[in-house]
Protein backbone atom coordinates (compact mmCIF):
# COMPACT_ATOMS: atom_id res chain seq x y z
CA UNK A 1 0.00 0.00 0.00
CA UNK A 2 1.34 3.39 -0.83
CA UNK A 3 2.11 5.88 1.96
CA UNK A 4 1.55 9.51 1.07
CA UNK A 5 2.83 11.47 3.82
CA UNK A 6 1.32 15.29 4.85
CA UNK A 7 3.30 18.05 6.67
CA UNK A 8 0.62 20.32 8.03
CA UNK A 9 1.41 23.65 9.04
CA UNK A 10 -0.72 24.66 12.08
CA UNK A 11 -2.53 22.62 14.94
CA UNK A 12 -5.34 25.12 15.54
CA UNK A 13 -8.54 23.99 15.61
CA UNK A 14 -8.58 23.21 11.53
CA UNK A 15 -5.71 21.64 12.21
CA UNK A 16 -6.79 19.36 15.27
CA UNK A 17 -10.06 18.56 13.15
CA UNK A 18 -8.33 17.79 10.45
CA UNK A 19 -5.92 15.08 12.31
CA UNK A 20 -8.79 13.46 13.99
CA UNK A 21 -10.52 13.03 11.00
CA UNK A 22 -7.73 11.52 9.60
CA UNK A 23 -7.29 8.97 13.07
CA UNK A 24 -11.21 8.49 13.27
CA UNK A 25 -11.06 7.24 9.53
CA UNK A 26 -7.74 5.96 8.63
CA UNK A 27 -8.74 2.07 8.23
CA UNK A 28 -11.88 3.12 6.47
CA UNK A 29 -10.08 5.91 3.90
CA UNK A 30 -7.17 3.27 3.02
CA UNK A 31 -9.68 0.33 2.50
CA UNK A 32 -11.71 2.98 0.08
CA UNK A 33 -8.59 4.66 -1.86
CA UNK A 34 -5.56 1.68 -1.35
CA UNK A 35 -3.49 4.32 -0.46
CA UNK A 36 -1.69 5.11 3.37
CA UNK A 37 -2.39 8.71 4.08
CA UNK A 38 -0.10 10.26 7.09
CA UNK A 39 0.63 13.01 8.74
CA UNK A 40 3.86 12.96 9.36
CA UNK A 41 5.04 16.31 10.50
CA UNK A 42 2.67 19.52 12.14
CA UNK A 43 4.44 22.46 12.34
CA UNK A 44 3.96 24.02 16.06
CA UNK A 45 5.54 26.31 17.47
CA UNK A 46 4.27 25.79 21.58
CA UNK A 47 4.76 22.02 21.67
CA UNK A 48 3.45 21.74 25.60
CA UNK A 49 0.28 24.05 24.79
CA UNK A 50 -2.44 21.44 25.31
CA UNK A 51 -4.49 21.04 22.23
CA UNK A 52 -7.31 18.47 23.57
CA UNK A 53 -6.01 15.97 21.13
CA UNK A 54 -3.39 13.24 21.49
CA UNK A 55 -0.15 13.70 19.12
CA UNK A 56 3.39 11.73 18.97
CA UNK A 57 5.90 14.56 20.14
CA UNK A 58 8.11 13.78 16.88
CA UNK A 59 5.98 14.66 14.77
CA UNK A 60 6.18 18.49 15.97
CA UNK A 61 8.64 20.63 14.80
CA UNK A 62 9.23 24.47 15.11
CA UNK A 63 11.05 24.87 11.79
CA UNK A 64 8.97 25.21 8.35
CA UNK A 65 11.64 23.73 6.41
CA UNK A 66 11.37 20.33 7.86
CA UNK A 67 8.17 20.21 5.90
CA UNK A 68 8.34 23.04 3.17
CA UNK A 69 12.05 21.76 2.23
CA UNK A 70 11.70 18.03 3.13
CA UNK A 71 11.50 15.89 -0.12
CA UNK A 72 9.81 13.06 1.07
CA UNK A 73 6.73 15.09 2.18
CA UNK A 74 3.99 15.14 -0.73
CA UNK A 75 1.11 17.52 0.30
CA UNK A 76 1.53 20.36 2.38
CA UNK A 77 -1.98 21.88 3.97
CA UNK A 78 -1.75 24.94 5.55
CA UNK A 79 -3.93 25.92 8.41
CA UNK A 80 -2.33 28.63 10.22
CA UNK A 81 -4.72 31.56 8.31
CA UNK A 82 -4.05 34.51 8.12
CA UNK A 83 -2.31 36.71 5.16
CA UNK A 84 1.48 36.03 6.13
CA UNK A 85 3.21 34.19 6.51
CA UNK A 86 0.75 31.36 5.25
CA UNK A 87 1.02 32.89 1.68
CA UNK A 88 4.44 32.92 1.56
CA UNK A 89 4.83 29.60 3.31
CA UNK A 90 2.02 28.34 0.58
CA UNK A 91 4.53 29.78 -2.12
CA UNK A 92 7.62 28.22 -0.81
CA UNK A 93 5.81 24.60 -1.26
CA UNK A 94 4.50 25.00 -4.53
CA UNK A 95 7.74 26.09 -5.80
CA UNK A 96 9.15 23.37 -4.47
CA UNK A 97 7.12 20.74 -6.31
CA UNK A 98 4.56 20.01 -3.48
CA UNK A 99 1.21 20.08 -3.52
CA UNK A 100 -0.93 22.27 -1.43
CA UNK A 101 -4.00 21.93 0.60
CA UNK A 102 -5.68 25.19 2.53
CA UNK A 103 -8.46 26.63 4.97
CA UNK A 104 -7.27 29.63 3.96
CA UNK A 105 -9.49 32.59 2.67
CA UNK A 106 -7.94 35.13 3.63
CA UNK A 107 -4.84 34.26 1.62
CA UNK A 108 -6.40 33.41 -0.97
CA UNK A 109 -8.90 36.27 -1.86
CA UNK A 110 -5.70 38.40 -1.88
CA UNK A 111 -2.94 36.08 -3.17
CA UNK A 112 -4.88 33.80 -5.27
CA UNK A 113 -3.55 34.87 -8.80
CA UNK A 114 0.13 34.45 -7.89
CA UNK A 115 -0.76 31.33 -5.70
CA UNK A 116 -2.79 29.62 -8.70
CA UNK A 117 0.09 30.68 -11.52
CA UNK A 118 2.99 28.96 -9.08
CA UNK A 119 0.74 25.84 -9.05
CA UNK A 120 0.38 25.68 -13.08
CA UNK A 121 4.01 26.66 -13.37
CA UNK A 122 5.15 23.81 -11.14
CA UNK A 123 2.36 21.79 -12.34
CA UNK A 124 1.55 20.83 -8.85
CA UNK A 125 -2.51 21.26 -7.27
CA UNK A 126 -3.86 23.60 -5.26
CA UNK A 127 -6.41 22.88 -3.07
CA UNK A 128 -8.88 24.87 -1.22
CA UNK A 129 -12.53 23.53 -0.36
CA UNK A 130 -12.13 24.00 3.28
CA UNK A 131 -11.69 28.04 2.59
CA UNK A 132 -15.58 28.55 1.85
CA UNK A 133 -18.48 27.22 3.75
CA UNK A 134 -16.55 25.05 5.92
CA UNK A 135 -17.93 21.31 5.08
CA UNK A 136 -20.13 21.88 2.28
CA UNK A 137 -18.46 20.56 -0.48
CA UNK A 138 -19.30 23.49 -2.65
CA UNK A 139 -16.31 23.94 -4.63
CA UNK A 140 -15.89 20.51 -5.51
CA UNK A 141 -19.38 20.67 -7.07
CA UNK A 142 -18.65 23.14 -8.66
CA UNK A 143 -15.17 22.52 -10.00
CA UNK A 144 -16.30 19.08 -11.32
CA UNK A 145 -20.61 18.22 -11.54
CA UNK A 146 -21.63 21.57 -12.40
CA UNK A 147 -18.86 22.53 -15.21
CA UNK A 148 -21.32 21.35 -17.73
CA UNK A 149 -23.75 24.33 -16.73
CA UNK A 150 -23.01 28.31 -17.26
CA UNK A 151 -23.90 29.41 -13.79
CA UNK A 152 -25.35 33.22 -13.62
CA UNK A 153 -25.76 33.74 -9.75
CA UNK A 154 -24.11 32.89 -6.26
CA UNK A 155 -26.17 33.55 -3.39
CA UNK A 156 -24.69 32.42 -0.34
CA UNK A 157 -24.92 32.54 3.61
CA UNK A 158 -21.09 32.28 4.34
CA UNK A 159 -20.82 32.87 7.73
CA UNK A 160 -22.29 31.11 10.52
CA UNK A 161 -21.49 33.67 13.67
CA UNK A 162 -23.60 36.61 11.91
CA UNK A 163 -26.27 33.94 10.87
CA UNK A 164 -26.74 32.76 14.28
CA UNK A 165 -27.16 36.67 15.81
CA UNK A 166 -29.54 36.98 13.41
CA UNK A 167 -31.66 34.01 13.85
CA UNK A 168 -31.89 34.57 17.33
CA UNK A 169 -32.66 38.57 17.58
CA UNK A 170 -35.46 36.84 15.04
CA UNK A 171 -36.67 34.08 17.30
CA UNK A 172 -36.32 35.83 20.47
CA UNK A 173 -36.50 39.61 19.84
CA UNK A 174 -33.48 40.20 21.81
CA UNK A 175 -31.06 42.89 20.97
CA UNK A 176 -27.63 42.49 18.65
CA UNK A 177 -25.74 43.51 21.66
CA UNK A 178 -26.69 40.18 23.72
CA UNK A 179 -26.92 37.76 21.27
CA UNK A 180 -23.16 39.22 20.13
CA UNK A 181 -22.35 38.09 24.19
CA UNK A 182 -24.37 34.64 23.88
CA UNK A 183 -22.44 33.64 20.76
CA UNK A 184 -18.89 35.01 22.34
CA UNK A 185 -20.06 32.75 25.37
CA UNK A 186 -20.75 29.87 23.30
CA UNK A 187 -18.16 30.05 21.12
CA UNK A 188 -19.96 31.12 17.59
CA UNK A 189 -18.43 34.74 17.69
CA UNK A 190 -14.74 35.39 18.59
CA UNK A 191 -13.83 37.66 21.35
CA UNK A 192 -12.59 40.76 18.92
CA UNK A 193 -15.96 39.53 15.84
CA UNK A 194 -15.12 42.39 13.59
CA UNK A 195 -14.34 40.18 10.60
CA UNK A 196 -17.66 38.65 11.22
CA UNK A 197 -19.90 41.02 12.06
CA UNK A 198 -18.60 43.80 9.46
CA UNK A 199 -19.26 41.29 6.15
CA UNK A 200 -15.02 40.96 5.70
CA UNK A 201 -15.24 37.06 6.39
CA UNK A 202 -17.84 36.93 4.22
CA UNK A 203 -16.09 38.99 1.65
CA UNK A 204 -12.89 37.08 1.23
CA UNK A 205 -15.28 33.98 0.49
CA UNK A 206 -17.06 35.64 -1.97
CA UNK A 207 -14.22 36.83 -3.73
CA UNK A 208 -13.10 32.90 -4.09
CA UNK A 209 -16.58 31.96 -5.53
CA UNK A 210 -16.37 34.83 -7.70
CA UNK A 211 -13.26 33.46 -9.48
CA UNK A 212 -14.36 30.06 -9.18
CA UNK A 213 -17.72 30.56 -10.96
CA UNK A 214 -17.37 33.56 -13.25
CA UNK A 215 -13.29 33.64 -13.81
CA UNK A 216 -12.83 37.32 -12.71
CA UNK A 217 -10.83 39.01 -10.14
CA UNK A 218 -12.67 40.34 -7.24
CA UNK A 219 -10.18 41.41 -4.66
CA UNK A 220 -12.10 41.51 -1.29
CA UNK A 221 -11.51 45.24 -0.85
CA UNK A 222 -13.52 45.69 -4.23
CA UNK A 223 -16.81 43.99 -3.34
CA UNK A 224 -19.14 46.34 -1.70
CA UNK A 225 -19.77 45.43 2.04
CA UNK A 226 -21.45 45.93 5.22
CA UNK A 227 -22.01 44.05 8.15
CA UNK A 228 -25.03 43.60 10.68
CA UNK A 229 -24.42 45.89 13.42
CA UNK A 230 -26.88 48.47 12.29
CA UNK A 231 -29.67 45.57 11.91
CA UNK A 232 -32.18 46.43 14.91
CA UNK A 233 -35.18 44.16 16.37
CA UNK A 234 -37.01 47.24 14.41
CA UNK A 235 -35.80 46.13 11.11
CA UNK A 236 -36.35 42.24 11.62
CA UNK A 237 -40.49 42.60 12.47
CA UNK A 238 -41.06 44.78 9.65
CA UNK A 239 -39.36 41.96 7.31
CA UNK A 240 -41.28 39.10 9.01
CA UNK A 241 -44.36 41.02 8.77
CA UNK A 242 -43.95 41.85 5.64
CA UNK A 243 -42.97 38.14 4.91
CA UNK A 244 -38.72 38.37 4.43
CA UNK A 245 -36.12 37.25 6.40
CA UNK A 246 -32.97 38.85 7.59
CA UNK A 247 -29.80 37.51 5.93
CA UNK A 248 -25.78 38.45 5.51
CA UNK A 249 -25.42 37.39 1.66
CA UNK A 250 -22.68 37.28 -0.26
CA UNK A 251 -23.79 37.52 -3.90
CA UNK A 252 -23.11 38.03 -7.59
CA UNK A 253 -24.25 37.75 -11.19
CA UNK A 254 -23.14 37.63 -14.19
CA UNK A 255 -24.94 39.99 -16.25
CA UNK A 256 -23.57 40.05 -19.81
CA UNK A 257 -19.62 41.19 -20.04
CA UNK A 258 -20.00 42.26 -15.88
CA UNK A 259 -19.95 40.28 -12.35
CA UNK A 260 -22.24 42.49 -10.13
CA UNK A 261 -21.84 41.37 -6.49
CA UNK A 262 -21.55 42.72 -3.06
CA UNK A 263 -21.82 41.34 0.80
CA UNK A 264 -24.60 43.17 3.04
CA UNK A 265 -27.79 42.46 5.01
CA UNK A 266 -30.35 41.16 2.36
CA UNK A 267 -34.71 41.62 3.11
CA UNK A 268 -34.50 37.42 1.79
CA UNK A 269 -38.39 36.33 0.58
CA UNK A 270 -39.34 33.60 3.18
CA UNK A 271 -40.05 31.72 0.46
CA UNK A 272 -36.38 30.86 -0.62
CA UNK A 273 -34.33 28.37 0.33
CA UNK A 274 -31.63 30.43 2.00
CA UNK A 275 -34.63 31.96 4.01
CA UNK A 276 -34.59 28.93 6.02
CA UNK A 277 -30.76 28.66 6.96
CA UNK A 278 -30.63 28.89 10.74
CA UNK A 279 -28.10 29.07 13.50
CA UNK A 280 -24.39 28.71 12.48
CA UNK A 281 -25.12 26.91 9.46
CA UNK A 282 -24.12 27.97 6.26
CA UNK A 283 -25.78 27.73 2.70
CA UNK A 284 -24.82 28.44 -1.03
CA UNK A 285 -27.29 28.48 -3.39
CA UNK A 286 -26.58 28.62 -7.39
CA UNK A 287 -28.68 28.73 -10.86
CA UNK A 288 -27.09 27.00 -13.46
CA UNK A 289 -28.91 27.07 -17.55
CA UNK A 290 -28.96 23.13 -16.94
CA UNK A 291 -28.81 22.02 -13.34
CA UNK A 292 -31.65 25.20 -12.53
CA UNK A 293 -31.92 26.20 -8.71
CA UNK A 294 -29.63 24.40 -6.22
CA UNK A 295 -28.25 24.66 -2.80
CA UNK A 296 -25.85 23.12 -0.94
CA UNK A 297 -26.63 22.98 3.18
CA UNK A 298 -24.09 22.25 6.31
CA UNK A 299 -22.05 23.60 9.22
CA UNK A 300 -19.58 26.13 7.86
CA UNK A 301 -17.14 26.12 10.47
CA UNK A 302 -15.92 23.73 13.23
CA UNK A 303 -12.92 21.80 13.61
CA UNK A 304 -14.15 18.40 12.58
CA UNK A 305 -16.71 20.00 9.66
CA UNK A 306 -13.73 22.25 7.89
CA UNK A 307 -11.12 19.60 9.11
CA UNK A 308 -13.38 16.66 6.85
CA UNK A 309 -13.10 19.17 4.01
CA UNK A 310 -9.27 19.47 4.29
CA UNK A 311 -8.76 15.96 3.76
CA UNK A 312 -11.57 15.10 1.40
CA UNK A 313 -8.63 17.41 -0.53
CA UNK A 314 -5.73 15.77 0.53
CA UNK A 315 -7.30 12.76 0.06
CA UNK A 316 -8.34 14.08 -3.74
CA UNK A 317 -4.76 14.64 -4.16
CA UNK A 318 -3.68 11.42 -3.02
CA UNK A 319 -5.38 9.35 -5.39
CA UNK A 320 -4.04 11.44 -8.22
CA UNK A 321 -0.55 10.75 -7.15
CA UNK A 322 -1.34 7.21 -7.08
CA UNK A 323 -2.17 7.91 -10.29
CA UNK A 324 0.39 10.43 -11.63
CA UNK A 325 -1.98 12.63 -12.70
CA UNK A 326 -1.57 15.42 -9.79
CA UNK A 327 -1.75 18.03 -12.19
CA UNK A 328 -4.60 20.70 -13.66
CA UNK A 329 -4.47 21.81 -17.51
CA UNK A 330 -6.21 24.62 -16.03
CA UNK A 331 -5.87 26.09 -12.42
CA UNK A 332 -9.09 26.40 -10.32
CA UNK A 333 -9.28 30.16 -9.13
CA UNK A 334 -9.61 31.65 -12.94
CA UNK A 335 -9.16 35.48 -13.84
CA UNK A 336 -9.25 35.18 -17.58
CA UNK A 337 -12.93 35.12 -18.57
CA UNK A 338 -12.92 38.00 -20.28
CA UNK A 339 -15.91 39.58 -17.64
CA UNK A 340 -14.86 42.29 -15.22
CA UNK A 341 -16.43 42.66 -11.58
CA UNK A 342 -18.29 45.54 -11.54
CA UNK A 343 -19.47 46.50 -8.18
CA UNK A 344 -23.30 46.95 -7.05
CA UNK A 345 -25.76 46.80 -9.94
CA UNK A 346 -29.58 47.61 -9.50
CA UNK A 347 -31.90 46.19 -6.49
CA UNK A 348 -34.92 46.69 -4.41
CA UNK A 349 -34.27 48.44 -1.20
CA UNK A 350 -35.23 48.93 2.16
CA UNK A 351 -34.47 52.47 3.87
CA UNK A 352 -35.16 52.75 8.17
CA UNK A 353 -35.39 56.51 8.23
CA UNK A 354 -35.40 58.51 11.89
CA UNK A 355 -37.95 61.19 11.11
CA UNK A 356 -39.62 64.31 13.33
CA UNK A 357 -43.39 63.34 14.61
CA UNK A 358 -45.20 66.31 12.32
CA UNK A 359 -46.47 67.02 9.22
CA UNK A 360 -45.42 67.18 5.59
CA UNK A 361 -42.43 64.75 6.44
CA UNK A 362 -43.83 61.98 4.11
CA UNK A 363 -44.45 64.38 1.41
CA UNK A 364 -40.98 66.12 1.22
CA UNK A 365 -39.30 62.43 1.05
CA UNK A 366 -41.86 61.11 -1.72
CA UNK A 367 -41.06 64.22 -3.82
CA UNK A 368 -37.46 63.78 -3.66
CA UNK A 369 -37.31 60.32 -4.29
CA UNK A 370 -39.63 61.24 -7.42
CA UNK A 371 -36.85 63.68 -8.29
CA UNK A 372 -34.32 61.04 -8.97
CA UNK A 373 -36.71 58.45 -10.72
CA UNK A 374 -37.27 56.18 -7.49
CA UNK A 375 -40.47 54.69 -7.23
CA UNK A 376 -41.90 53.82 -3.46
CA UNK A 377 -43.51 50.52 -3.15
CA UNK A 378 -43.87 50.06 0.26
CA UNK A 379 -43.97 52.52 3.02
CA UNK A 380 -44.85 52.82 6.83
CA UNK A 381 -44.27 54.79 9.82
CA UNK A 382 -43.57 52.94 13.33
CA UNK A 383 -45.94 56.46 15.34
CA UNK A 384 -46.31 54.44 18.37
CA UNK A 385 -42.29 54.38 19.08
CA UNK A 386 -40.60 57.45 20.14
CA UNK A 387 -36.76 57.74 19.44
CA UNK A 388 -34.81 59.51 21.85
CA UNK A 389 -36.16 62.91 23.19
CA UNK A 390 -36.46 64.70 19.99
CA UNK A 391 -40.02 62.33 19.46
CA UNK A 392 -38.34 60.80 16.33
CA UNK A 393 -40.08 58.28 14.64
CA UNK A 394 -39.31 55.44 12.58
CA UNK A 395 -40.22 55.58 9.02
CA UNK A 396 -39.37 52.77 6.66
CA UNK A 397 -39.40 52.34 2.64
CA UNK A 398 -39.45 50.03 0.32
CA UNK A 399 -38.23 51.20 -2.97
CA UNK A 400 -38.44 49.89 -6.29
CA UNK A 401 -34.85 48.83 -8.55
CA UNK A 402 -32.86 51.66 -8.51
CA UNK A 403 -28.67 51.58 -9.11
CA UNK A 404 -27.36 52.31 -5.09
CA UNK A 405 -25.44 55.34 -6.58
CA UNK A 406 -28.88 57.04 -7.76
CA UNK A 407 -30.62 55.78 -3.92
CA UNK A 408 -27.40 57.39 -2.45
CA UNK A 409 -27.46 60.62 -4.05
CA UNK A 410 -31.55 61.06 -3.13
CA UNK A 411 -31.18 59.97 0.63
CA UNK A 412 -28.43 62.79 0.44
CA UNK A 413 -30.69 65.07 -0.57
CA UNK A 414 -33.64 64.17 1.93
CA UNK A 415 -30.93 64.44 4.33
CA UNK A 416 -30.47 68.17 3.85
CA UNK A 417 -33.97 69.06 4.53
CA UNK A 418 -35.69 68.94 7.68
CA UNK A 419 -37.65 65.77 6.90
CA UNK A 420 -35.06 63.24 8.02
CA UNK A 421 -32.83 63.23 11.11
CA UNK A 422 -30.58 60.35 10.29
CA UNK A 423 -30.51 57.48 7.88
CA UNK A 424 -30.73 54.38 9.95
CA UNK A 425 -30.53 51.39 7.69
CA UNK A 426 -30.23 50.74 4.10
CA UNK A 427 -30.63 47.20 2.92
CA UNK A 428 -31.00 45.36 -0.83
CA UNK A 429 -34.88 43.37 -0.80
CA UNK A 430 -34.57 40.14 -2.94
CA UNK A 431 -37.96 39.39 -3.80
CA UNK A 432 -37.54 35.69 -5.50
Known amino acids: MRKIKVGMLGIGNVGRGTYQALEMNHDLIAEKTGLDIEITKILNRNPDKDRGIDIPKEKYTADVEEILGNPDIDIVAELIGGIEPATTYMAKALSNGKHVVTANKAALAANGPMLAALSQEHNVLLRFEAAVAGGIPILNSLSTALLSNELSEVHGILN ?12 YGKSY ?6 AQEKGFAEADPTADVEGLDAANKLSILISLIFGVSAPPDKIPTRGITSVSNVDIEFAEEAGYKIKLLGSAEHIGDKVYGNVEPVLLHASH ?20 ELMFYGRGAGPLPTGSAV ?20 SRLRYDSGSEFAGEGSSKYYVRMAVPEKSGILGKITTIFGEHDISIEVIKQEADEAIGEEQLVSLIVILFDTEKSRLMKALDAILKTDAVHSIENIMRVETR
Open 160 to 171: GTTNYILTQMSM
Open 311 to 330: LGDIIDIARKIEKESAYDNL
Open 273 to 292: PLASVNNEFNAVFVEGNAAD
Open 177 to 182: EEVLKD
